[in-house]
């Protein structure tokens, strides 16, 4: 299997994207097939998707987090070893399992839904310790979406002391 370098070689979407389910869903229901910044237009596919999901009692949202996070590793490797491309970076659906957790329990708001948008982004772009460790050595569905999961955990933290602070929550 390929491992491209993400900052440097960024190989083709695949034709399939748009006609196999799995690829589809993979590639951030199409996001991922941006010339640029297609973590970012991940990203703001999944906002819609918040929304829908926000007014979920907090266990089921946990529920269905967990659930999306195991499919979400398991489609990531099943189309990884197809494509033969170890985390092509215009599969995105890490970034909604990213953005979901960022959103646990975040106080509703626009500006709470656009600072979570803002964190995830930096906190998945700098990558600091240990996300930086899983991006580069795990290499399977599962690592693809951990590194991104632990991008939501750092600003998920974030947003819960700000919303602690202000009196949000």
């Not at 979407?13 to 991922?32: E, H, K, R």
């Not at 097939?33 to 946990?62: E, K, V």
């Not at 959103?103 to 998945?124: E, H, K, S, T």
Request: charged content about 15%.
């Amino acid at each position: 299997m390929q491992h491209f370098d993400k900052y440097k070689l960024t190989p083709k979407v695949p034709a399939a994207m748009w006609q196999n389910p799995l690829y589809f869903l993979a590639f951030g229901l199409g996001s991922g097939a941006m010339p640029i910044a297609p973590g970012t237009f991940g990203t703001l596919m999944s906002i819609p998707f918040y929304l829908l999901l926000r007014p979920m009692p907090l266990l089921t949202y946990a529920i269905f987090l967990v659930g999306f996070i195991v499919i979400s590793s398991l489609i990531c490797s099943k189309v990884s070893r197809e494509i033969k491309v170890d985390d092509h970076q215009g599969m995105c659906i890490d970034e909604f399992a990213g953005f979901f957790v960022t959103m646990f329990n975040a106080p509703w708001g626009w500006q709470w839904v656009v600072l979570g948008f803002i964190l995830f982004r930096i906190f998945d772009i700098v990558k600091p310790w240990p996300i930086y460790i899983v991006d580069r050595k795990m290499h399977s569905g599962f690592g693809m979406i951990l590194d991104d999961v632990l991008a939501g955990v750092y600003s998920c933290i974030v947003i819960q002391i700000l919303a602690k602070l202000t009196g949000a929550i």
